[in-house]
């Protein structure tokens, strides 16, 4: 089993930013990519962000891209969503998933289906 647990959100201003950490404990030997996902009041979880093991590939959601960088220490088992030029929209509950059944630990998807642990969400508010 993979332990996830989200943190760094809070309440900014828009223009502001803030970094999301998530930390990973249990068989991290495991994990293969992980990814940032998100979910608004009334709307369904969409993908925002991935990387793979190596952290070399990355892949973003494109209302993201240009802002929002993701990263990730293996050392520390932690990854990070680097989150710059808030919009009110990006107001959501932030969420981390974690890949141990991937063929490939350099693959990265956008697929929620494709991820075997999530963590418990950190909330995000931007307010304009």
């Known amino acids: 089993q993979v332990h996830l647990v989200e943190s760094g959100g809070g309440l900014v201003q828009a223009g502001g930013s803030l970094r999301l950490s998530c930390a990973a404990s249990?068989?991290?030997?495991?994990?293969?990519?992980m990814g940032w996902f998100r979910q608004a009041p009334g709307k369904e979880r969409e993908f925002v962000s991935a990387?793979?093991?190596?952290?070399?590939?990355?892949y973003y959601e494109d209302s993201v891209k240009g802002r929002f960088t993701i990263s990730r220490d293996n050392a520390k088992t932690t990854v990070y969503l680097q989150m710059n030029s808030l919009k009110p929209e990006d107001t959501a509950v932030y969420y981390c998933?974690?890949?141990?059944?991937?063929?490939?630990?350099?693959?990265?998807?956008?697929?929620?289906?494709?991820?075997?642990?999530w963590g418990q969400g950190t909330q995000v508010t931007v307010s304009s």
């Open positions: 998933a974690a890949a141990s059944s991937w063929s490939s630990p350099e693959r990265v998807s956008p697929s929620e289906y494709e991820y075997d642990y």
């Open positions: 249990g068989r991290t030997f495991s994990i293969y990519g």
């Open positions: 990387i793979s093991w190596s952290g070399y590939n990355t």
